[in-house]
């Protein structure tokens, strides 16, 4: 996964709140203006104009809430609905590039904006976070409602989070103004949610989703400053991610991974010990190299397998006991002039641990072990 700033906030939501965000598709833009029409059109074919604070916000968008922001006071701005008439010639002006804003009527305006919002292709906020957005409305804590709102905000598109900044921003300064028009920030929500937060189907239609729904505008409305502002603990979380860099030979250390077998007897055999640590052969010697040793054991499975050579450093005659098969409690006999060349796995005695009378390591035959008669030869 890549070090990225919704790669990093999805994993806050995912690890501190519980809220698992999928990746949002990236969606070819139609960079090509089509005209001069305003409503129905994507926010990308649209022309924008640039606020400092907020970034390109559709032109028809910023031209309409000045001219509200001006008469924010009117009795009922949202809530009460326009002519239609009037409202069909004004969208006809629009759509052929007039300005046509200049001395309308307030609520003719407002329903305006109600119904940009609406016609647009996609919702300003993509259906992808709705339940995610409703999930953290559904928190037990403010706080934490409060800071995974703010969260998921982030993680929309760039032309969405300008357009929606702009006029959350511009909905506030309304809700200022509730005790002339009449419009409290719970209101405007109520007003603005099947605009901005659209239910996909009726099974989102019930009243506890539609509430849900209402309190998410709302607390966007009361808090715009928050909107699309990466908190400081995250954006310290990234600093750390993105300056981290790992060890250059970390791939040099790596090993090969084994069978499940070789791996649990690594674990749970520490007496077992490994071909790569084994005594390099002497010149003279007429075994095999190292080489040639390791593919053939592991082939085998016989990584598990005791090394001889462990047996034949602590007890000068296990050679001698493999040859003989002394019975349990035979004393140990001399070291044969000859040592044992071959091994054969079927006639591989049990050993138990033990100390003599000078306190060294003894090993001891308890039996023989029985194999099947198949099994190979192997050169040591």
């Known amino acids: 996964m890549k070090v990225t ?8 939501l995912q690890v501190t709140y519980g809220i698992y965000v999928k990746g949002l598709g990236k969606k070819k833009e139609r960079l090509q203006i089509t005209g001069t029409k305003v409503f129905g059109v994507p926010l990308e074919n649209l022309h924008r104009q640039y606020i400092p604070e907020f970034g390109l916000v559709p032109c028809f968008l910023v031209n309409a809430c000045t001219f509200l922001l001006e008469r924010a006071g009117t009795v009922g701005l949202f809530r009460k609905p326009g002519s239609l008439p ?29 119904q940009f919002c ?83 189907n009726k099974a989102e239609m019930s009243e506890m989703r539609l509430e849900l729904r209402v309190l998410v505008l709302r607390t966007f409305i009361e808090s715009p400053h928050l ?8 954006m310290d979380s990234m600093d750390f991610l993105i300056n981290f860099h790992p060890l250059k030979d970390a791939k040099r250390c790596h090993r090969k991974r084994h069978g499940l077998k070789v791996a649990w007897s690594a ?19 007429p075994e095999s190299t190292s080489a040639d040793r390791v593919p053939l054991r592991r082939s085998l499975g016989l990584e598990t397998f005791p090394n001889v050579l462990l047996f034949r450093t602590c007890v000068p005659c296990a050679a001698a006991l493999l040859e003989s098969h002394n019975p349990v409690g035979e ?27 000078g306190g060294s390591p003894l090993f001891t035959g308890v039996g023989k072990r029985q194999l099947t008669p198949w099994r190979r030869r192997i050169s040591l």
């Open 267 to 285: 674990k749970t055999m520490p007496w077992v010990q490994r071909t790569k640590d084994r005594p390099p052969a002497s010149e003279g010697s």
């Open 227 to 234: 909107f699309g502002v990466i908190p400081k603990t995250v």
């Open 118 to 200: 609406r016609e647009l292709p996609e919702p300003l906020f993509p259906s992808e976070l709705h339940a995610a957005l409703l999930k953290a409305q559904a928190l037990p804590s403010p706080q934490d409602r409060t800071s995974a709102l703010q969260l998921l905000s982030c993680l929309l598109p760039a032309r969405n989070a300008s357009c929606l900044h702009y006029l959350l921003d511009f909905l506030f300064k309304v809700s200022q103004r509730c005790s002339e028009n009449l419009m409290t920030s719970s209101n405007i929500a109520t007003v603005f949610a099947p605009c901005l937060l659209p239910p996909p």
């Open 331 to 357: 004393e140990a006999c001399e070291t044969p002039q000859r040592p044992a060349r071959d091994l054969c796995l079927g006639n591989f005695l049990r050993f138990t641990s033990g100390q003599n009378a």
């Open 5 to 12: 700033d919704s790669n990093v906030i999805r994993f806050h």
């Open 86 to 114: 009037r409202i069909k010639a004004l969208r006809a002006k629009l759509n052929r590039g007039e300005g046509c804003l200049t001395a309308p009527f307030p609520s003719d305006v407002s329903t305006l904006i109600k």
